[in-house]
């Protein structure tokens, strides 16, 4: 139990172009995704939290007009990179909270998307 | 601010070796502490720790916390070359709203 789906795991773009990708929680509900991006040897950087039905919050440093956040049903969030450069390259990886079954940190990691902006 | 901090940041060892990793933290309304093993993808869950003292185990992998001196360890008995990942440490916060605040992970390398 407990998947988080990500499409794609990897795309290229050229620059200036647009890309969304999209997580899925497959076997549960999840009223809370979160975005993070990772660079090589690095931890996870949060990027933004994605709640259903509303907008999303976004950690400070992160611009909301580049990265589109739509999380409108229960097992689907997206994020889109708008006008994308070389310097968005990067590992993003999704992850949701299974809150049907109670209050839990616990979060279940989708298998990351790795973006590469020519 | 809230912060995690983990050590070593890297670690080299030999197959059958026992090792240690930490992780400590400095964070308001504390509510539990997770740690994960990140190899090529994205991160896997291995433990959740809300208790003190409360040994939580899974194979040669175990772990425990300390609320008072702020702190967890994981241990990995036995290592294998299979174990060579990323292990990550978060915590989440009643004051962050359920996210989870990530150490900077150690690396670990085990060599046949």
């Known amino acids: 139990g407990a998947v988080v789906s990500q499409h794609p795991s990897w795309v290229i773009c050229k620059s200036g172009t647009s890309v969304k990708i999209e997580c899925r929680s497959l076997d549960f509900q999840a009223t809370t995704m979160f975005w993070y991006r990772q660079f090589p040897k690095q931890s996870l950087m949060l990027m933004a939290t994605s709640n259903e039905g509303s907008k999303a919050t976004y950690e400070q440093g992160v611009e909301k007009d580049k990265f589109l956040i739509n999380h409108a049903s229960l097992t689907l969030s997206t994020l889109t990179v708008t006008s994308a450069h070389p310097e968005d390259s990067s590992f993003y990886i999704c992850s949701a909270r299974d809150t049907l079954g109670g209050w839990s940190y616990e979060q279940y990691f989708g298998p990351g998307t790795r973006l590469t902006v020519t | ?112």
Request: hydrophobic share 35%.
């Open chain 2, 1 to 112: 601010e809230d912060k995690v901090v983990q050590s070593p940041l890297s670690l080299v060892v030999h197959e059958g070796d026992t090792v240690t990793l930490n992780c400590s933290y400095e964070v308001t309304n504390f509510r539990s502490l997770l740690w994960y093993k990140q190899e090529k993808k994205a991160p896997t869950f291995l433990f959740m720790l809300t208790s003190s003292g409360i040994e939580k185990k899974s194979g040669r992998l175990s772990s425990i916390l300390d609320k008072k001196e702020l702190f967890s360890i994981l241990n990995i008995t036995a290592t294998q070359t299979g174990d060579s990942a990323i292990y990550l440490c978060a915590v989440g916060s009643d004051n962050q709203g359920g996210k989870l605040i990530f150490g900077q992970g150690t690396e670990l390398s085990v060599k046949p």
